[in-house]
């Protein structure tokens, strides 16, 4: 059974950093393309970052492009979010979801393009305050 399990949120100040890992079992990894998405509560979900499968090709939404890094490692099954630079609207759980639809993520920054990810973790709470 295909399951995906977010860790590595937590509190940190503004300015500082996390790294989120999207833990994956039952499937092999590196036949999915992976999304990260954040939602916070009233609003709806966000489509930040996205990476194939193959790990050649990535994207970004704007407001973290050169901040966020998003890498892979298929070997331990297992993709990364590296966050730097946190700010207070960083603030949000955070989501990793995948998609056997995607070669590439040239897509991806369109909402539209979010529901071929449809199978998703549970979350992990990113906390951006002093």
């Known amino acids: 059974q295909l399951q995906l399990v977010e860790s590595g949120g937590g509190l940190v100040q503004p300015g500082g950093s996390l790294r989120l890992s999207c833990a994956a079992s039952?499937?092999?990894?590196?036949?999915?393309?992976i999304g990260w998405f954040r939602q916070v509560p009233g609003k709806e979900r966000e489509g930040i970052s996205c990476?194939?499968?193959?790990?050649?090709?990535?994207a970004y939404t704007e407001s973290v492009k050169g901040r966020f890094t998003i890498s892979r490692d298929n070997a331990k099954s297992t993709v990364y979010l590296q966050m730097n630079r946190l700010k207070p609207e960083d603030t949000a759980v955070y989501y990793c979801?995948?998609?056997?639809?995607?070669?590439?993520?040239?897509?991806?920054?369109?909402?539209?393009?979010?529901?071929?990810?449809?199978?998703w973790g549970q979350g992990t709470q990113v906390t951006v305050s002093s």
């Open positions: 979801a995948a998609t056997t639809d995607y070669y590439y993520c040239s897509d991806f920054r369109r909402p539209s393009e979010w529901v071929r990810f449809r199978s």
């Open positions: 990476i194939s499968p193959s790990g050649g090709s990535t």
């Open positions: 039952g499937f092999t990894l590196g036949t999915y393309a």
